[in-house]
């Protein structure tokens, strides 16, 4: 996911290298989706909406409607790694106007529209989750969430699987200790949750009390 909209970014600011100076959108937005992310994750949502805005201000001025198509699916793909429901109406009004392949596959996966999504078109790190999710093959997606470099990227592809596929032990224990070994508050208590309400599914009563007790500390 950190990729998504950052490799569009580079290649526009690498462009310019050669030029007395870069233009201020594109620093401007670059810096804010940077801010965003993290602002987000470990749960400033005032901050980080305020960053979000800055940035999609910033892609305004220039014009191009993939990459403001871009920062709109980040900000959604960020709400699925926390398990949240996102509107995506801003993203559906910019592909009216000028619909991108690449972009909406993007879409149909964070969506859990796994049918309409063109793996060949999705970034790098989630191509491979494609056809688990089709075949809703549990163990093969374990592997392939766990092999994700990128810890944003990882937590998306588990949030994906979490929200559209069914609840899974490994998974959720996945996303826990990435969000712990990064310091994200938010994702860090959305897994929590969402896995005492995985052990409480399954009766295991011992299992989803420990989990509510550790969450109670964590929030104090």
């Known amino acids: 996911m950190k990729k998504f909209l950052i490799t569009g970014m580079l290649m526009i600011l690498c462009a310019c290298a050669t030029t007395s100076q870069i233009p201020e959108w594109q620093e401007t937005s670059f810096r804010d ?44 793909a960020l709400h699925a790694s926390v398990l949240e429901e996102f509107d995506e109406s801003e993203f559906l009004r910019i592909d009216r106007l000028q619909s991108v392949a690449a972009n909406l596959s993007y879409y149909n996966f964070l969506k859990g529209n796994f049918a309409a999504v063109d793996e060949s078109l999705l970034p790098d790190q989630y191509s491979k989750i494609i056809k688990s999710a089709r075949e809703k093959n549990v163990a093969e997606a374990r592997k392939e969430i766990t092999a994700i470099d990128d810890p944003v990227s990882r937590l998306v592809a588990c949030g994906v699987w979490i929200k559209h596929l069914s609840g899974d032990e490994t998974i959720l224990q996945t996303a826990i200790n990435t969000a712990a070994e990064n310091g994200w508050q938010k994702p860090l208590w959305a897994y929590l949750s969402q896995l005492e309400k995985y052990y409480l599914e399954r009766g295991e009563i011992a299992k989803a009390a420990g989990i509510k007790e550790r969450l109670e500390l964590l929030k104090k």
Do not use: P, Q, V, W
């Open 33 to 76: 989706i940077e801010n965003y992310k993290t602002s987000f994750l470990t749960g400033k949502e005032g901050i980080a909406e305020a960053h979000f805005n800055r940035a999609r201000g910033a892609l305004a001025t220039s014009n191009d409607l993939d990459l403001l198509a871009k920062a709109y699916l980040t900000k959604y």
